[in-house]
T-cell receptor, first 112, second 112 residues
Framework: DTGVSQDPRHKITKRGQNVTFRCDPISEHNRLYWYRQTLGQGPEFLTYFQNEAQLEKSRLLSDRFSAERPKGSFSTLEIQRTEQGDSAMYLC??????????FGNGTRLTVT | AQSVTQLDSQVPVFEEAPVELRCNYSSSVSVYLFWYVQYPNQGLQLLLKYLSGSTLVESINGFEAEFNKSQTSFHLRKPSVHISDTAEYFCAVSRDFNKFYFGSGTKLNVKP
């Protein structure tokens, strides 16, 4: 169990640029989640996958956000045309059925 | 839908003193309850969970939480805190292990 891995740890980008984050879940976990955390707040649900199927997306996830999990293993979260309001910590978590979430260390995005 | 309220955003306490971090939830159905801890620049780590059975659950580092159905609460307690317990603590709830809802967090600041 090597844990959930996220890359990069930090990303600074200019407004209007596109960014992509990667998450590698714990290998035997079939569920993968993306959360967003802003200063002073708890994690907010964005989307989750069971294997390669994206089962639910939050209304927080605007059209500029897209997530994929092509082979049911790693996942990517892309933000197009970034805005300053997108600055946050993006957390990935994985789990199996009937188990709690295991989180990665997050990707901190700063949009200047 | 479920929601979680953590009324105390910050709790300062002296080392070796007892502490209680409050968590209340709202749900029309039975839920599973969790406490996570987050150290600076890290992801969330599971501290303890209530699934069923005994309403008092314990962690390996001395924390305990008690599920109180009538008061819809799941407060976290520790009889004697250490400097190393300084972190942010999040209460979370899930109805079915599909979606997890988090509170806004309580920052525990242990002073020497």
């Amino acid at each position: 169990d090597t844990g959930v891995s996220q890359d990069p740890r930090h990303k600074i980008t200019k407004r209007g640029q596109n960014v992509t984050f990667r998450c590698d879940p714990i290998s035997e976990h079939n569920r993968l989640y993306w959360y967003r955390q802003t200063l002073g707040q708890g994690p907010e649900f964005l989307t989750y996958f069971q294997n390669e199927a994206q089962l639910e997306k939050s209304r927080l996830l605007s059209d500029r956000f897209s997530a994929e999990r092509p082979k049911g293993s790693f996942s990517t979260l892309e933000i197009q045309r970034t805005e300053q309001g997108d600055s946050a910590m993006y957390l990935c978590a994985s789990s199996t059925a009937l188990s709690p979430l295991h989180f990665g260390n997050g990707t901190r995005l700063t949009v200047t | 839908a479920q929601s979680v309220t953590q009324l105390d955003s910050q709790v300062p306490v002296f080392e070796e003193a007892p502490v209680e971090l409050r968590c209340n939830y709202s749900s029309s159905v039975s839920v599973y309850l969790f406490w996570y801890v987050q150290y600076p620049n890290q992801g969330l780590q599971l501290l303890l969970k209530y699934l069923s059975g005994s309403t008092l659950v314990e962690s390996i580092n001395g924390f305990e939480a008690e599920f109180n159905k009538s008061q819809t609460s799941f407060h976290l307690r520790k009889p004697s805190v250490h400097i190393s317990d300084t972190a942010e603590y999040f209460c979370a709830v899930s109805r079915d292990f599909n979606k997890f809802y988090f509170g806004s967090g309580t920052k525990l600041n242990v002073k020497p």
